[in-house]
């Protein structure tokens, strides 16, 4: 068996609590806030206690879906980022890159939303980028 | 932020959130802290035991107001009201901090032109607030040694959202609480990345940084970091559209193709079914996440991310912290962290990108955003950076605008008190105001998956006065039908005294009770800020 606690920073609210993601044999089993952190000095609210659970949902998405005939059937990593890359170009083509528009998140990491934004602007071609800052 | 922005030339919470503890008076306005923020909320508790006194502003009677020194129930959507009348008190007895007002700021004889309009009396009228409580606010406030602001979006989700911010920056300027320890205008920002996902330039009219689009050398700067072997990087030489904007030019056609990453616009935008309307009409919809929320319902493709306990990267919290986030275990199924999605997908579409890791990433960014040039992952061990961080050897920064505004002069705007956009008449004659509920978050994608919060909470709700409850013969727990120009819901009635009996509150978590089929899309003209907090109801029996 073998155990490991992973220093992390909590997926919810903006206070950016610091916890230990527990895990046994590559499975998460709990969390146990962090002392030293400044903001939660060991303490928790119950979604930071509970911030394990959605990760191991059943209802996770396993694989990239393509809608073919009405439905989101599972799909090829090839396949599915292939079929986004030549709509986009196409649609680019034919509209101009201001005919496309992205929504960054304020839920992924800073490297995750930097990653977007210079696609969408450097490669592209488009400043339609914006995310949920307002809601 | 762009009030903000406009007043100090920052739009980022000003003080760290510990800082709050040594505070002598702290003036909440519009925040649920305890439910919204909890740690933060826990500061306010102790600033309350240490001696400091806790105000409490909020049209619900929010459980906070029972730890509040003074409690204050306003009337939806007069903020700028209120905080004229406070500020008219303060200019009446001579309370200011002239020597701040001096040297530190400009515009101040315009501002006072308008505050010396909203006499207490008058506010009183527009707000619902006794003259004694405006009065008394005024007087805590201006007159404590260190007193800090604290708002949330109860002052922000309203069609003057900027207006309110600029009113809370003026009461900082106009007594000097503003760029010492434990005072400042505090925004508590509702998601673990909107700080960052900000900072990053995830926003139309700013690179990251908050370099503005329009700027030419910013522009040309921009344009030879972002170079590629065999690429030509043609940058849009306008300010892009915002999520409102965007949705509008999918329902008319000029937008042709949406690729949405980490977020649920179907569910978290004023209008549902006007937000549907406009997603159905888009040629390519490809919705990138880790469940197949309601907005991937209508994908194209989707594309299946993995969540921050299976990546490497980093996250700013409200008072600015870039904190490390890290793979705990391996990603669910074929899921892939974010980064190395977009980067397939940008070499795939003919823009080259070869990041190696998020370490790399961070590189990048520390070379082309000067709040961030000093940060590297190693350095972040430990308690985070909070930015500005301009070297290697800076330790970051506690709090903004010592000695000098981030612009310089710290500016006064003249606020007039504007009504909602759209208030009760005969047809729909309640208020209807919207927000969060303790276990759950947001639109519920991560806690109604989470079966220990699920079980707390299973179903949405509707607040209802017990006055307004016996009158359309509703028991607690029956069901409630509301109505507005937008749509319809039918949900149960929590019956409860914190809403007043010409007010109901719904959440956004659930889809089966989605308040976002309600509200209204009016925007403030500025930031295009959907007026969420504010709508005329109708309430049935159902």
Known sequence: MSYQATKTTCPYCGCGCNFYLESVDGRLVGIVPDKSSPVNQGKLCVKGWTAFEFVQSPRRLQTPLIRKNGELVPASWDEALDFVAGGLKKIVKESGPRSVGVFASAKITNEDNYVLQK???AGIGTNNVDHCARL | MAGLAATFGSGAMTNSIDELTDA??????????????????????????????????DPRGISLRKQADLYVQHKLGTDAALINGIMYVILKEGWENKAFIESRTEGFDAFRAVVDQYPPERVSQITGVSEQD???????YAKAEKASIVYCMGITQHTTGVDNVKSLANLSMLTGQI?????????????????????????????????PVLNEAVREKFGAAWKAEGWEVSLDQGVGLTIPDMLHALDHGEMRALYVVGENPVMSDPDQHHVEQALAKAELLVVQDIF???????????LPGCSYAEKDGTFSNTERRVQRVRAAVKPVGQ????WEIIQDLSNRFGYPMHFESPARIMEEITQVTPQYAGIRFDRLEGEGIAWPCPTLDHPGTRFLHKDKFV????????IEFKPPAETPDPEYPMWLTTGRAHVHYHTGTMTRNSPTLHAQMPDGYVELNPAKAREIGV?????????????????????????????VFVTFHFIEANGNVLTNTALDPIVKIPEFKVCAVRVEAA
């Not at chain 2, 197949?292 to 989707?302: D, F």
């Not at chain 2, 409630?480 to 010409?502: C, F, H, K, N, Y």
Request: charged residues 20%; glycine residues 12%; aromatic residues 6%.
């Open chain 2, 24 to 57: 002598d008076v702290i003036f909440v306005i519009g925040s649920n802290t305890p439910t919204a923020h909890p740690l933060v909320a826990t500061r306010l508790f102790r600033a309350r035991a240490k001696g400091g006194r806790v105000i409490v502003v």
């Open chain 2, 335 to 338: 899921s892939r962290p974010d």
């Open chain 2, 134 to 140: 405006i009065r008394t606010m005024a007087e805590w």
């Open chain 1, 119 to 121: 696609f969408a602007r």
């Open chain 2, 475 to 503: 028991e607690p727990g029956g069901s409630v039908r509301l109505s507005t120009r937008r749509g319809s819901i039918t949900a149960a009635a929590m019956v409860t005294e914190r809403v007043p009996a010409d007010t």
């Open chain 2, 407 to 414: 612009k310089g002069l710290g500016t006064f705007f003249p």
């Open chain 2, 292 to 302: 197949l929320t309601e907005t991937a319902r209508m994908a194209h493709v989707v």
């Open chain 2, 179 to 211: 760029g010492r320890e434990s005072t400042g205008v505090n925004p508590l920002r509702g998601q673990n990345n909107v700080q960052g996902a900000c900072d990053m330039g995830g926003l139309p009219n700013v690179y990251p940084g908050y370099q």
